[in-house]
């Protein structure tokens, strides 16, 4: 029916007691293993709600999303619908080509040990998620395996974009038509998982369709030995998810590494099923003491809503699809159908046993690295005058603890005082364990001249691979110092006498002529100062007067020009910035990027504790919908209100 399958984030809309439309909520459509029916049902209870009413406003929003394109990172990744199927059992491969709306060219694997059933089905879409739209181009085709085994799949190749990509290889399973293994069971129609059918019961369907997944990738280490944590929430649901609790890192050296874009998500295959993967927090740990480290938990509210389909009339239907669209073809989803359910989901509690390095062959140059690295030392100058600077670098690099890398300890010879070392540290966080360099600069200088020689630096390291102790030694450095630079004084040395006294007339004279030259520097300056002032203080008052301070309203311009846009969670946002540059200005504040509490302080001195309470009100309910998994409109309009209120108070009373 429908040859082009949309994810939607659409807001479904019920009749108000006034006659009203009012949003009720918005649906996100998760995939169903490339079944189009889905999306098809999906089309049909929105074009059922009040169709003749609101026809206008659902095509105006349709354009409005259709012409509407976010950029985004290029990914191109394969779902098999199963990974472990039946002989002649019949199953689907859907290719996903992420952050692009059209592609140029693509190229399938050649499935030789497969029956090809139907041909490619192109479909298009994006998705609405944490603020940004994401687009896609997917590709599914119905195969039935012949042979048993495991079967390989190659690579598809797709060119989008102006980048060439190629998916990721994999293996089918076939396992005898016989077997009755639970995993290898043939595959019902599966039923969108936002739709709560009759006998089903809220809590469990919740239970098995949204979760929090923490692992680590180690469980047993050493004392500096970096460890993976990765926290992810799998959805299948309609879901607005908020963190109100990150995991407690006590005891270990954190590394926030590099976040995935905004609205790229992955899919994720869990007991057979495809989930919307969202990345909570991927940080890299090094533990500080050893001991049993313990990781608390993650904790995410959430409001799940799902839609309640009503029993089943007694007429025999081929399908669950069938069955509903002949239940609900003739009627409208109300607010009664409507189940919404709030809950605090928990990630398991993780145990880290935290081994102390080894205490036997442990090095005197040892200072805590644990990884793998290399080291280079070198002078920025081979030869310096006595007395003058001179500059000794020494370059670590590798991967490990990067971070907790100190300065090699410098045996430096006699004569040579040396100073605080310079450090510059470039990090790569998109790999585990954390790479990059640190880059020691020592500033030194030498008292006499000569050749100097600075001993060879050693830096040792414990290398978790094999468990132990290395030394890195570098080369020795020679460093040619020259006379020091004198200044020549002439001195006439034939009559003493005479020479003093012309030495201590041409003293007096000096300070005499230096005397007055200060006095008429100091009255040009003092007069030159006074007319300078003069002036800064004309310019000041011009500028006074042609630039008067921002009004509330050229505050909040930005947020109520995006206010009707897609892009919902922009408009909190600079809701939130707007508000807080308000009072910044108006308190003569510094701007501050670490919280809200300044404004809340200087509020309070001033004897605004009514205002303090109402700004705290609105960031937190901008923050609330900024960091929400979905995005409801209904409180847009609230929200500007009263900071509109809000602000003309402070201004009547600041």
């Known amino acids: 029916m429908l040859n082009k399958k949309t994810k939607l984030g659409l807001p479904l809309y019920r009749r108000g007691n006034e006659g009203e439309a009012s949003p009720l909520h918005h649906l996100t459509t998760p995939y169903s293993n490339g079944c189009r029916k889905p999306r098809a049902l999906l089309y049909i209870c929105i074009s059922m709600i009040s169709v003749k009413t609101y026809q206008p406003f659902f095509l105006l929003l349709f354009l409005m999303c259709s012409i509407t394109a976010v950029s985004a990172q290029v990914k191109f990744s394969v779902i098999p619908s199963k990974t472990v199927v039946r002989q002649h059992e019949i ?52 195969l039935r395996a012949k042979l048993k085994g495991k079967l390989p799949i190659a690579s598809a190749v797709v060119r989008a974009k102006g980048k060439l990509l190629t998916s990721a290889p994999f293996v089918i399973v076939v396992i005898d038509a016989a077997t009755t293994d639970q995993a290898s069971t043939s595959q019902e129609e599966e039923k969108p998982d936002y739709y709560l059918m009759p006998g089903e019961n809220v809590k469990d369907k919740v239970a098995k369709n949204l979760f929090i997944r923490a692992t680590i990738d180690k469980h047993t280490c050493y004392v500096g030995q970096p460890i993976l944590a990765t926290f992810k929430l799998f959805t299948r649901l309609d879901s607005e998810s908020k963190v109100l609790k990150r995991p407690s890192l006590n005891g270990f050296s954190v590394i926030d590494l590099e976040q995935p874009e905004a609205g790229i998500f992955s899919k994720e295959m869990v007991n057979g099923k495809l989930f919307n993967c969202y990345l909570i927090r991927k940080v890299q740990l090094f533990p500080l003491q050893s001991g049993l480290l313990i990781i608390e938990p993650v904790e995410i509210e959430n409001i799940v809503r799902m839609i309640k389909v009503k029993t089943r009339n007694s007429k025999e239907t081929s399908s669950w699809l069938d069955a509903m669209m002949e239940k609900m073809k003739d009627s409208e989803i109300s607010s009664d159908d409507i189940i919404q359910e709030k809950l605090t989901l928990k990630s398991d509690e993780l145990k880290v046993n935290v081994l102390e390095l080894p205490e036997k062959d442990k090095p005197e140059t040892f200072n805590g690295a644990v990884g793998k690295f290399t080291m280079e030392a070198g002078l920025l100058k081979n030869e310096i005058a006595a007395n003058d600077n001179a500059t000794l670098r020494i370059i670590i690099k590798g991967s490990g603890n990067i971070p907790m890398i100190t300065v090699p300890t410098v045996n430096w010879p006699a004569g040579v005082d040396s100073f605080e070392a310079k450090l510059n540290e470039e990090i790569d966080k998109t790999t585990s364990p954390i790479s990059g360099t640190k880059t020691f600069d020592i ?80 009255f040009f300056f003092v ?128």
């Not at 996903?96 to 059209?102: I, L, R, S």
């Not at 020259?482 to 007096?508: C, F, R, S, Y």
Request: net charge negative; charged share 25%; glycine share 6%.
């Open 443 to 522: 500033p030194f200088s030498v008292s006499k001249r000569g050749l100097i020689q600075i001993p060879a630096v050693r830096f040792s390291y414990f290398d978790e691979k094999t468990k132990s102790y290395e030394t890195i030694t570098t080369d020795t450095l020679q460093l040619n110092v020259t006379a020091a630079v004198k200044q020549k004084v002439i001195v006439n040395t034939n009559d003493p006498v005479t020479a003093k006294e012309e030495t201590g007339m041409d003293l007096w004279l000096a300070g005499a002529g230096g005397f007055v030259l200060l006095a008429g520097g100091i």
């Open 91 to 142: 199953f689907q491969l859907q290719f996903v080509v992420e952050g692009a709306t059209e592609v140029d060219e693509f190229k399938p694997p050649a499935f030789r040990n497969f029956e090809q059933l139907s041909g490619l089905d192109q479909s298009t879409g994006w998705t609405w998620v944490n603020g940004s739209l994401s687009e896609y181009v997917s590709y599914t085709v119905t």
């Open 527 to 654: 007069t030159r100062k006074k007319k300078e002032v003069k002036e800064f203080a004309a310019v000041i008052e011009k500028e006074v007067e042609v630039k008067p301070r921002m009004t509330v309203a050229e505050f909040l311009q930005p947020a109520v020009y995006v206010q009707d846009g897609l892009h919902h969670k922009q408009f909190y946002t600079l809701l939130m910035e707007g508000v807080r540059q308000f009072f910044n200005d108006r308190l003569s504040l510094q701007l501050n990027s670490n919280g809200n509490s300044h404004i809340i302080e200087a509020l309070k001195q001033k004897h605004c504790t009514d205002l303090a309470e109402q700004f705290q009100q609105i960031i937190s309910g901008c923050e609330m919908v900024v960091f929400s998994g979905v995005v409801m409109n209904d409180s847009k309009d609230q929200l500007l209100q009263q900071a509109v209120e809000l602000m003309t108070e402070a201004d009547r009373r600041i």
